[in-house]
């Protein structure tokens, strides 16, 4: 099992910065992949920003050339680094994580999700 605990939200003015943090915790075997996506009321939630174990990242067209997403394979960790931040970018930030497990007689690898930290971008 795999627990994905995320940090950093709060309140900030546009044009303002913020940086999100998840860790994952548990009997990871490996990490494939991370992510960040993000939900906001009446909306489906989207992809924002991903990156695979190899380093490979992808953005949304709406947060590239703003927003960095990094990792810290070490700490089981990945970043969001969010610049120039916009109202339209408030939303529940999730994180999301393609992980093995170990358990007891074999390994299983599955997608985890984080409990979300709020991001509100204010005019």
């Known amino acids: 099992q795999v627990q994905l605990v995320e940090s950093g939200g709060g309140l900030v003015q546009a044009g303002g910065s913020l940086r999100l943090s998840c860790a994952a915790s548990g009997s990871i075997v490996s990490i494939n992949a991370m992510a960040w996506y993000r939900q906001a009321p009446g909306n489906q939630r989207e992809l924002v920003a991903a990156?695979?174990?190899?380093?490979?990242?992808n953005y949304a067209d709406s947060v590239k050339g703003r927003f960095t997403i990094s990792r810290d394979n070490a700490k089981n960790t990945v970043y969001l680094q969010m610049n120039s931040l916009k109202p339209e970018d408030t939303a529940v930030y999730f994180c999301?994580?393609?992980?093995?497990?170990?358990?007891?007689?074999?390994?299983?690898?599955?997608?985890?999700w984080g409990q979300g930290t709020q991001v509100t971008v204010s005019s």
């Open positions: 990156i695979t174990s190899g380093g490979s990242t």
């Open positions: 999301n994580a393609d992980a093995t497990a170990l358990l007891v007689m074999a390994v299983k690898r599955s997608n985890y």
